[in-house]
């Protein structure tokens, strides 16, 4: 059963500060790693995607993989109330037929004015 | 905008009834797949399509099944609805370039 783990939150952080939201997973043979923010009533929405160690910034947010700890971090720098959001961690077997995603239970980010 | 549309927005159905969920998938993008977002959950796969035919399924009995058009559109279909079928039900494109997947606005079931 492969499985993703997020800590559900609410984890709260001051305008500003750096958001730090992680995520595990089970499946070593996992190739490729996204993060979605959902707002609420509406449909995931992608804004990272890695593939390789290491970290990938774009803008505010960077993500970081250790495919070693099978550990996927999401930071998001200078945090703004719009960024209140549930984050959902998600994987990809990229070597099995077809892209079929395995999503974790999403962490819910709030950015306190 | 993620060129990837939805049909209905909402709906209401009683336990036993059958669904029949639309989406429309962004040009380019010849694999489609269908999620299962109960409340305060994450996205749960059901099974993706690849030129008009099944190549991946979750952990979801026969009676969800779906259909692939040439003009890559797509159906969900739920027989004999039961009450734990209430959820937000996502439809996701997938880039070839990069395998990412871009999902609609959802269709959000209530079985009562």
């Known amino acids: 059963q492969k499985e993703v783990e997020q800590n559900s939150g609410p984890l709260s952080v001051p305008e500003g500060a750096i958001a730090s939201l992680n995520c595990t997973y089970s499946?070593?043979?996992?190739?490729?790693f996204f993060w979605y923010r959902q707002y609420s009533g509406k449909s995931p929405e992608l804004i990272m995607s890695?593939?390789?160690?290491g970290d990938k910034e774009d803008g505010r947010f960077t993500a970081q993989l250790n495919k070693a700890s099978q550990y996927v971090s999401l930071l998001i720098r200078d945090s703004q109330p719009s960024d209140s959001a549930t984050y959902l961690c998600?994987?990809?077997?990229?070597?099995?037929?077809?892209?079929?995603?395995?999503f974790g239970g999403g962490t819910r980010l709030m950015v306190k004015p | 905008e993620t060129g990837v549309t939805q049909s209905p927005t909402h709906l209401i159905k009683t336990r036993g009834q059958q669904v029949t969920l639309r989406c429309s998938s962004q040009?380019?993008?010849?694999?489609v797949s269908w999620y299962q977002q109960a409340l305060g959950q994450g996205p749960q796969f059901i099974f993706q399509?690849?030129?008009?035919?099944?190549?991946g399924r979750g952990n979801f009995p026969p009676r969800f099944s779906g259909l692939q058009f040439p003009n890559y559109s797509s159906e969900l279909n739920v027989n004999a609805l039961e009450l734990d079928d209430s959820a937000l039900y996502l439809c996701?494109?997938?880039?070839?370039?990069?395998?990412?997947?871009?999902f609609g606005e959802g269709s959000r079931l209530t079985v009562l």
């Open positions: 499946d070593r043979v996992s190739q490729s």
């Open positions: 040009s380019g993008h010849n694999t």
């Open positions: 996701a494109s997938t880039s070839r370039a990069t395998g990412e997947l871009f």
């Open positions: 399509y690849y030129r008009e035919e099944e190549n």
């Open positions: 890695i593939y390789s160690n």
């Open positions: 998600a994987v990809n077997e990229r070597e099995t037929a077809g892209n079929m995603l395995t």
